[in-house]
């Protein structure tokens, strides 16, 4: 199982959108629709952020949202505010010569410019 | 709302046993409606699934168990339903193993609810 591609950093003015992509494979990201994203502010735990590719936990403004297409999602933050500043990590359920899991991408900083 | 607590040693001597408990409140551990779950990150570094445990009274509470298959061979998931807990067992461990260690619910392949985490660093 090997982790999920992010670019390691994203950034956007206040208002703008920021778009970051998580590439996998067809055993992962490409062959199922559990793909959720965190929000991980320093020093705190990960925040669900999409599950399901794109469906928003309770809470989570509608400024956040997911997609996918092939063996690529991508999570895109609208509207960006001052608080979205934050590392950003995709998870994707996996399936690969017996084993099941999951694998987390690489994580990719946003910053607020 | 389900709440998480991870609690163990904070420091662990190479090629020893690392040891976490992780205490469920807020909800049955058992109810079969969620995976229990354990991911690590390393100081500055992403985070790793490093496996869960399933157990519910449908299946006569026979835990089912996945694990990391770069840590199979070092890794123990187990569940004690009476207590609410999980628990984690890593042996031979290297400094490379030092993290903070998070345990989680799995939920619609999602994590959902998350412990406050416990940072773990191997050394002598």
């Known amino acids: 199982q090997s982790a999920l591609t992010q670019p390691p950093s994203a950034s956007g003015s206040p208002g703008q959108s920021v778009t970051i992509s998580c590439t996998g494979t067809?055993?992962?990201?490409?062959?199922?629709?559990?793909v959720s994203w965190y929000q991980q502010h320093p020093g705190k735990a990960p925040k669900l952020m999409i599950y399901e590719v794109s469906k928003r936990p309770s809470g989570v403004p509608d400024r956040f949202s997911g997609s996918k297409s092939g063996n690529t999602a991508s999570l895109t933050v609208s509207g960006l505010q001052a608080e979205d500043e934050a590392d950003y990590y995709c998870s994707s359920y996996a399936v690969s010569s017996n084993n099941v899991g999951y694998v987390f991408g690489t994580g990719t900083k946003v910053t607020v410019l | 709302q389900v709440q998480l607590q991870e609690s163990g040693p904070g420091l662990v001597q190479p090629s020893q046993t690392l040891s976490l408990t992780c205490t469920v409140s807020g909800g049955s551990i058992s109810s079969g409606t969620y995976y229990w779950t354990w991911i690590r990150q390393p100081a500055g570094k992403g985070l790793e699934w490093i496996g869960r445990?399933?157990?519910?009274?449908?299946?006569?509470?026979?835990?089912?168990?996945n694990y990391n298959p770069s840590l199979k061979s070092r890794l123990t998931i187990s569940v004690d339903t009476s207590k609410s807990q999980f628990s984690l067992k890593l042996s031979s461990v290297t400094a490379a193993d030092t993290a903070v260690y998070y345990c989680?619910?799995?939920?619609?392949?999602?994590?959902?609810?998350w412990g406050q985490g416990t940072m773990v660093t191997v050394s002598s």
């Open positions: 445990i399933y157990a519910s009274e449908s299946t006569n509470y026979n835990p089912s168990t």
């Open positions: 989680v619910n799995n939920w619609k392949g999602a994590f959902d609810f």
């Open positions: 067809s055993s992962d990201v490409g062959g199922y629709n559990y």
